[in-house]
């Protein structure tokens, strides 16, 4: 442990001299209240520090503590369903109603502890050595970087996690001390065996996503959108349902009303999978707008180690970090107050290298221990003015492979999720395709001959939108009237597959979530409605006639109306489809 | 060195709002001090940095009439307080809250920092109170609850002051709670005489000056206190809903003129200027004033905030519009072409959005149907703005059938909906909005259910 001694302070950056060795970003307690900071940068035996909470109060002589290690979190089964701060420091279980400086860390938290090796038995990193009881029984696993002859290995029973359990000693004699909890500086990604491709989407239960830009495990996915226009509100229905076994929600910079209402509502939530509690599988990390900037810098490197440690277990770890910009502006303002030069929009230069490594913790892996895992990282992007060419959002574009921009005209017109067709893509889409197809083949049964698959349906879909676009544009010029038929036809699918697929609103009872299957029964019946649709304006029937048809309206609101596992209502959804086109064509045939 | 409260000769620089002392104390940073001038006034001020031998004051009002010589300088020793207690109420203070109305000094039971400490988000509860203010677009399309932040994003010239006013006058829950009033507070930051008597007169004829407390900054003040004003007023109206347990209204205005003040006090601290000559810190500085909102459990009292700002050059993308909307619970848009065209409210509900509105509305809390309703009247009145800018360019004449009828609905909407006399019950609003909805295809009404169009569109068709 070194010591040093404030000899300048301005809000959270100071100065002080150390009468002992100090490393770049070592972790420090500072001042009579122990405030957490980290060294930024050493000069001879001067130190530059910033401070991770409010600073108020504190003076020239007061001691500056340096620890030893990199600013580094405790990780441990005990983090599931907890709600911590920027710095993992627990937010439940404080008496006062407000958050003040000097908080302290967890309580310990206890755990049935249970072998799993014998004295002499060789380890390696990765190895399990115990396993804890619990909602999911969790293995602990021998550290990256350690390995050795088990020593002593504690017998079973109840212990605080970070006891010391099991000691190895390695090849060169040197003892490594094991407990169910382990020690890890955030801003050092957790090692993993071998990076792995993937094949698999994250199934998110929202249409657009799924169906139009989905995201591969391992996978990473941005959502820029202006203030309003549902970033909040999807990544929080990705929180509650998507399909990953592990989920960090990250609240970096935003309203504290909607960390509690996260809170209160995974509380009350059952994974329909698992028949467990979701707050179960659900860590929260809030740092909220009001909260200190400085460890707001902190909080996403906290998260996604979190994401990375359960990732070691053998599960698939998703990370939502609602905002990443909120992050990047923290990054901005520490760094102005460490006098930096100023790049692109005030962001230090370095802002683009620390947003790749960040997106380049996202992987599919083979663990150290040989398992499969995998972290899929999910950020929101704040443009200002919601003008993407921003550099926080033109940089992340660069990383990430799914991108999902919201439209502030949909948002406005109330159409959720706002998420554009033109301008969003996924470049995950051909590595899930044959995913899909098995999808399809199990709820639709043997692709018959002339039924298009996902692959297939998906991109008719998006040249149907885009077409939309660029017909609207003509109008505009033109009027709609001036339109060909098969234009207005165009039009009319359109927006049919606007209304009936994409719409999908998270506060409804029976449509917040949609399942795979039941994405793929709705896409093959709109893809069924176009043929027809197309058939009849080649035999003569106007578009108009088509709107007019009485299952327009069911059609549209299948959303809304026909849940999870009614599979009869969509078959007779598609059966009312083929008659009024029956009797449309037979109308048709009579003028003729 | 010896503690020591008052300093003396020791100032060596001053520069803007910062004054350089050699240092003879055992101070803090952030500590409150007050500056004392040859000319006697006290000013407030604060620690900004501290080294071995010196230190830096920022004084958080007028640096004028300041010299080196003969300035002295009182430390607290503790960050910025205001002493608040019983008698708040009815009473009219300055931007720093010492009294304005020739009334005795504040009686104090707590002293409270001005800064606020962060709400524990776990220690939140849900808004979930829906708040009748008798706007129409505000009840039936963007709901306020107890305990939301919701500003007025309006314009120079705009009528945001009668509108906030109207809403202080009227807000009431409905229900059971319906008989309690809302404790208002009131911070005019930087804001014109008039503006400042508008709010007092007409919360004096509506009989709520009695249970209000004003802080009046005034456009001729200095503009660095403009930074305290709506600290000390949410300081008071925390310490009215969260020791006191009433339920406070606190409407702030004008936001824009706050922003600016902490630009023109970041520009004199030379510091580095971000979009617009706006400090990189905006985001945060404005988030610690606007999360002081809402609702604790287990606490009887709520706090709701009503900010108003006008966006310069109605560019609802200048910074301090653009940085509000993120950190604030939706807003309300005040449009100059609704103003010219004589809708009162001008509201333009499109850009408007109240994003705690879902957790207050609907089944056991309004009307099942609110809802439904609201979103349908969104999704029509989308279309009919933009079946009017397709008219705007092909004529009428070249619409569909539809969106004709879409053109007629909005033109409706506005003069039938957002345009109202008086205040309006939540019912008589939906009423306006289903009567609306009947000039529409069935067909068109894709955000309804069957049931609801033959419950509530049913006659028509
Ligand atoms: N998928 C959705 N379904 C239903 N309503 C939504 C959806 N997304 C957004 N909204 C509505 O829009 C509002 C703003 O969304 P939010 O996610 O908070 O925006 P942002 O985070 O982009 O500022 C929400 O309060 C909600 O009313
Ligand atoms: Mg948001």
């Known amino acids: ?592 | 060195m010896r503690p020591r409260l008052m300093v003396e000769n020791a100032a060596y620089r001053l520069e803007g709002p910062l004054l350089f002392l050699h240092r003879s104390v055992e101070v803090g940073y952030n500590e409150a001090v007050e500056v004392v001038g040859s000319d006697g006034g006290a000013r407030l001020g604060r620690v900004a940095a501290v080294d071995l031998d010196t230190l830096s004051i920022e004084l958080l009002e007028s640096s004028s009439g300041l010299g080196l010589a003969e300035t002295r300088v009182r430390f607290v020793g503790e960050p910025l307080r205001f002493g608040l207690g019983p008698g708040l109420l009815g009473r009219i203070l300055d931007g720093v809250g010492r009294p304005l109305d020739g009334g005795p000094p504040l009686a104090v039971e707590r002293r409270l920092r001005i800064d606020g400490l962060p709400l524990n988000p776990v220690a939140r509860a849900t808004p979930r109170d829906f708040i009748e203010t008798g706007i129409s677009a505000i009840d039936l399309m963007n709901s306020l609850v107890r305990g939301q932040k919701l500003p007025l994003f309006s314009g120079p010239g705009l009528p945001h002051d009668r509108l906030a006013v109207a809403i202080a006058r009227h807000a009431r829950l409905r229900g059971a709670g319906a008989g309690e009033d809302f404790a208002i507070v009131f911070a005019g930051i930087g804001v014109a005489h008039d503006t400042a008597d508008f709010f007092r007169r007409s919360l004096e004829q509506s009989g709520a000056l009695s249970r209000s407390v004003l802080f009046l900054n005034l456009a001729g003040d200095a503009s660095a206190q403009r930074l305290l004003t709506p600290r000390f007023a949410l300081t008071a109206a925390e310490y009215l809903a969260f020791s006191c347990g009433k339920h406070v209204l606190v409407i702030m205005t004008d936001m824009t003129n706050y922003c600016e003040a902490l630009r023109e006090v970041a520009g004199a601290k030379g510091e580095v200027p971000g979009r617009k000559g706006f400090p990189g810190y905006m985001y945060s500085d404005l988030a610690s004033l606007y999360e002081r909102a809402g609702c604790l459990r287990g606490a009887p009292g709520t706090l709701t905030q009503l900010p108003i700002l006008t966006m310069p050059l109605d560019d609802i993308g200048h910074p301090v519009p653009d940085l509000s909307g993120y950190i604030t619970e939706g807003q309300i848009v005040l449009s100059r072409a609704l103003d010219r065209s004589g809708i009162e409210p001008p509201i333009d509900v499109l850009p408007s959005l109240s994003r705690l509105m879902k957790g207050g509305i609907g089944e056991g809390y309004t009307d099942a149907d609110h809802p439904a309703l609201s979103s349908q009247l969104y999704a029509a009145y989308a279309r009919a703005v933009q079946a009017r800018l397709l008219a705007s360019v092909v004529g009428e004449d070249g619409l569909a059938e539809t969106d004709r009828r879409y053109l007629e609905f909005g033109a409706r909407f506005e003069r039938e909906l957002i345009h109202q006399g008086e205040s309006r019950t939540l019912e008589a609003s939906m009423a306006v909005g289903w009567a609306l909805l009947r000039r529409l295809p069935a067909g068109e009404l894709t955000r309804l259910s069957d049931a609801q169009i033959a419950v509530h569109l049913g006659a028509a068709r």
């Open chain 1, 1 to 592: 442990m070194s010591h040093a001694c404030i000899e300048w302070i301005s809000g959270p950056v100071l100065r002080a001299r150390a009468s002992g060795p100090f490393a770049l970003r070592e972790a420090l307690h500072v001042g009579p209240d122990r405030l957490l900071g980290e060294v930024v940068s050493l000069h001879d035996d001067l130190l530059v520090a910033q401070v991770y909470e409010d600073t108020t109060g504190l003076r020239p002589g007061d001691a500056v503590v340096g620890g030893g290690l990199p600013l580094s979190i405790r990780l441990g089964p005990g983090l599931l369903g907890g709600i911590f701060d920027g710095l993992l420091r627990p937010l439940q279980g404080i008496d006062s109603a407000f958050v003040a400086a000097g908080m302290g860390n967890a309580a310990k938290s206890r755990h049935d502890f249970r072998p799993m090796v014998r004295v002499g038995q060789l380890l390696e990193p990765g190895s399990e050595f115990g396993r804890v009881a619990g909602a999911r029984e969790h293995r602990c696993l021998v550290p990256p970087g350690r390995s050795g002859q088990v020593l002593r290995i504690a017998a079973a029973g109840e212990y605080a996690e970070d006891e010391v359990l099991c000691v190895l000693r390695d090849a060169v004699g040197r003892e490594h001390e094991l407990a169910i909890g382990e020690v890890w500086p955030v801003r050092l990604p957790r090692p993993a065996a071998q990076r792995l491709p993937s094949d698999t989407p994250l199934v998110t239960g929202q249409r657009v996503i799924d169906a139009l830009f989905p995201v591969a495990l391992g996978g990473k996915a941005a959502i820029p959108g202006g203030f309003g226009t549902g970033k909040t509100v999807l990544l929080e229905a990705l929180v509650k349902a998507c399909a990953a076994d592990v989920i960090v929600y990250l609240g970096c910079g935003e309203r504290g009303n909607e960390m509690a209402g996260a809170v209160e509502e995974i509380a009350e939530l059952v994974d329909a999978r698992s028949g467990r509690p979701m707050s179960e599988r659900t860590v929260i990390v809030a740092n909220t707008s009001n909260m200190p900037v400085a460890a707001r810098e902190a909080s996403i490197y906290c998260a996604v180690t979190i994401a990375e440690y359960f990732r070691d277990q053998g599960l698939h770890v998703a990370l939502m970090a609602d905002s990443t910009s909120r992050w990047a502006e923290a990054l901005r303002e520490v760094s102005g107050r460490l006098g930096e030069l100023p790049g692109e929009g005030g962001y230090p230069a370095y802002l683009g290298s620390r947003l790749a490594e960040f997106y380049e913790r996202a992987a599919r892996v083979r663990t150290l221990g040989g398992d499969l895992g995998s972290v899929t990282l999910i950020g929101s992007v704040s443009p200002q003015s919601g003008d993407f060419s921003e550099p926080v959002t033109s940089h992340t574009t660069r990383y990430v492979r799914s991108f999902w921009a919201l439209d502030v005209t949909r948002a406005r017109a109330r159409f959720y999720p706002a998420i554009a067709p033109l301008g969003s893509y996924s470049q995950d889409a051909e590595k899930v395709a044959s995913w899909w197809s098995g999808v399809f083949a199990e709820a639709l049964g043997a692709v018959a001959a002339g039924d298009a698959d996902w692959q297939a349906l998906r991109r008719r879909f998006l040249t149907l939108l885009a077409e939309q676009t660029r017909l609207e544009r003509m109008a505009r010029i033109v009027g709609k009237d001036a339109l060909q038929p098969q234009q207005r036809l165009t039009l009319l699918c359109a927006e049919v597959i606007n209304e009936a697929f994409l719409r999908q609103s998270a506060y409804s009872p029976k449509d917040a979530y949609c399942g795979p299957q039941r994405q793929a029964r709705m896409m093959r019946l709109l893809g069924r409605f176009m043929d027809r649709a197309e058939a009849a304006l080649a035999r003569g029937a106007s578009p108009e006639a088509v709107a007019a048809l009485p299952v327009l309206r069911p059609l549209q609101r299948m959303g809304d109306e026909v849940g999870e596992n009614q599979v009869d209502a969509l078959v007779a959804l598609e059966a009312a489809l083929e008659e009024d086109f029956a009797t449309l064509g037979k109308e048709v045939g009579d003028a003729a």
